[in-house]
């Protein structure tokens, strides 16, 4: 009973805040949180960071995968062989942004896909050159169409270019499209994950805001704490909506 009275009471003091300067209060905190992460995000190479580790973790498992799929297929009776993940993240950056990690991994996550799918388009050019990295990118491709593209050479002798064959251009395109659904799969994942973990950042922003905003105008008891955390998680969901409607009224004023 003792919790239920204090609950009762928390929102009985609640109660004499106005509506207006509740939604100021959780506009004020989201508008805040947001700021916050946007300055984080402009000193602190939280997305280089995060980026780098996201792309080494994939990079790591999807040559992993080829390479347990190879002993399933006894690499004996073929000329491929494990490939290295690490060799593999080397040369997709120095194909997307001349070898400028920094550069590549603080892109935003469009743009940073779309400086890989040019580093692809380059491995299926040379093939045996960027072996490594075009394995990585293809994974989940046929193992006989990589074999084809890897095995083929369109060059001829005294640099004549001899007629591609059919067989070859028909696994070149397949693999060309497992590529383009993996660099889809990155833009989807990657921007849900980075999107997921800051939410939860201006949810914790907005929450230590209108808590304390709340404790300092109710009292600071168990019930209005309650009460606040209550406030702050929706006001912290509601944070980048906040941040969109202030950047609106702002360009309405000018």
């Known amino acids: 009973m003792d919790g239920i009275d204090a609950v009762t009471q928390a929102i009985t003091r609640i109660g004499n805040v106005t509506g207006w300067q509740l939604v100021g209060a959780v506009t004020a905190a989201g508008t805040i949180s947001m700021a916050f992460l946007q300055l984080l995000k402009n000193f602190v190479p939280i997305r280089r960071e995060f980026q780098r580790w996201w792309m080494t973790r994939w990079i790591g498992q999807h040559a992993g995968a080829f390479?347990?799929?190879?002993?399933?297929?006894?690499?004996?009776?073929?000329?491929?062989s494990d490939v290295s993940p690490e060799s593999a993240q080397t040369l997709?950056?120095?194909?997307?942004?001349?070898?400028?990690?920094?550069?590549?991994?603080?892109?935003?996550?469009?743009?940073?896909?779309?400086?890989?799918?040019?580093?692809?388009?380059?491995?299926?050019?040379?093939?045996?050159l960027y072996r490594d990295l075009l394995v990585v990118m293809s994974q989940g491709a046929a193992l006989d169409d990589v074999i084809a593209v890897l095995s083929h050479s369109p060059t001829g002798t005294r640099g004549k270019r001899t007629p591609p064959q059919d067989e070859y251009l028909e696994a070149r395109a397949r693999v060309s499209h497992r590529i383009q659904r993996n660099l889809d799969a990155i833009q989807i994942s990657l921007g849900s994950r980075w999107r997921f973990y800051m939410q939860l950042i201006a949810l914790v922003l907005s929450t230590a805001l209108l808590e304390g905003a709340i404790l300092s105008v109710a009292g600071a008891t168990v019930g209005t704490a309650l009460i606040g955390l209550v406030i702050g998680v929706v006001g912290g969901y509601l944070a980048p909506v906040s941040r969109d409607l202030v950047a609106a009224l702002q360009s309405l004023r000018k």
Do not use: C, W
């Open 92 to 128: 997709l950056v120095e194909l997307a942004t001349g070898g400028d990690d920094r550069a590549f991994y603080e892109l935003a996550i469009e743009q940073m896909v779309a400086q890989m799918n040019a580093a692809v388009q380059i491995t299926l050019d040379y093939p045996k």
């Open 67 to 80: 390479n347990q799929s190879l002993q399933q297929e006894k690499a004996d009776d073929h000329a491929l």
